[in-house]
């Protein structure tokens, strides 16, 4: 496999550069360098907008629906160029998530009223699928749907819902028939976030941020056609949204701007008479993991190949969650061990304000979007038939 890119895809990559140069605001970058996340909805959504109106909005999409008509690999071009130029992440449950499932499964009017809205950052979109006690086995989840009339009404919890405080629609997985098994029994709906009876409350995470939250529903009536595909089969559904988000999780390009601030930080941390990269020790972790991520990235490169070819993620997504996931966590956990105890001064302006809180945050990712051990679970199932 040649992972070197074609003299077109250079100059692609340039123009990407050149674009983010010259059209992603300073004081954006400024703010997703320092890791403050106070402006985020604005930020995200300005950003969308700026997008958008290049036509890059969704360099995903086929173009039929307003995408780029970009390769998979001048996609994965863009993003790592817009993490290493600090660009926000462009809203993952949007772009990448709900709008694949209304593409290939909703409604004609779905289709033409939601993901319009998607490219012009109009609607901000969250996810509702973890509750209580149904986190990464989501098929025992118990929140009901019960038809009456046009409408369903909907009762019951979710939980570790990210940003939903800034949401205007939230997508959720329901239980519409209890007397199935339990996959079966399971419809995708769209509920906007203004309905009566949806009150959402703050969990506030290690770090001392607000970017989960729970969601309770009572009796809140969300119309029939506002399911996604057939009742019953939200769980086909479900599934195709999953394998995009675990792909998406690997975040080759976050993992390649830490570790590039993980080595400055090392440079500008002193130890004896040199500094913390100049020890031969520490030096051989940051190329342990420099290592491990030059791995990863060939085998994402392989799943764009794929995907390139019109096949699905397989057990390959998973391996990509597992591994993009613990990566990111080694990472953080060495740009606190640059500073030693220096970690513990959150307050200061320095690169400790953003260490410590980071780390803790990123305790996460190896359990949302389907804990790792589940995803070696899926590996072992689907390639070992264990």
Known sequence: MDLNFTPEELAFRDEVRGFLRA??????????HRGDHS?????????????????????AWPVEFGGTGWSKTQQYIFETECSLADAPAQLAFSIKMVAPVIMRFGSKQQQEYFLPR??????????????????????????????????????????????????????CLVRTDPSVKPQRGISFVLIDMKTPGITVRPTKLLDGSHEVNEIWFDNVRVPVSNRIGEENQGWTYAKFLLGHERTNIAGIGASKRELRRLKQMAVNQPKGSGTMLQDPVFASRIAQVEIELRALEITNMRVIFAEAKQQAPGPEASLLKIRGTEIMQRITELQ???????????????????????????????????????????????????
């Not at 059209?23 to 997703?32: Q, T, V």
């Not at 604005?42 to 958008?52: M, S, V």
């Not at 190896?366 to 995803?375: A, L, P």
Request: aromatic residues 10%; proline residues 3%.
């Open 23 to 32: 059209r992603l605001p300073r004081d954006i970058s400024e703010r997703m």
């Open 39 to 59: 402006h985020m909805r604005d930020d995200i959504e300005n950003w969308q907008k700026i997008l958008h109106a290049k036509g890059w909005g969704a360099p």
């Open 118 to 171: 998607i490219l012009a950052a109009d609607d901000w979109w969250c996810q509702g699928y973890s509750e209580p006690g149904s986190g990464s086995d989501l098929a025992s989840l118990k929140m009901k749907a019960e038809r009456d009339g046009d409408d369903y009404v909907l009762n019951g919890q979710k939980v570790w819902n990210t940003l939903g405080q800034f949401a205007d629609w939230i997508f």
């Open 336 to 386: 606190v061990d640059v500073l030693g105890a220096g970690a513990v001064a959150w307050a200061a302006d320095d690169e400790s304000s953003r260490a410590t809180p980071t780390y803790l945050n990123q305790r996460k990712l190896t359990i949302f979007g389907g804990s790792n051990e589940i995803q070696r679970n899926i590996i072992a199932h689907m390639i070992l038939g264990l």
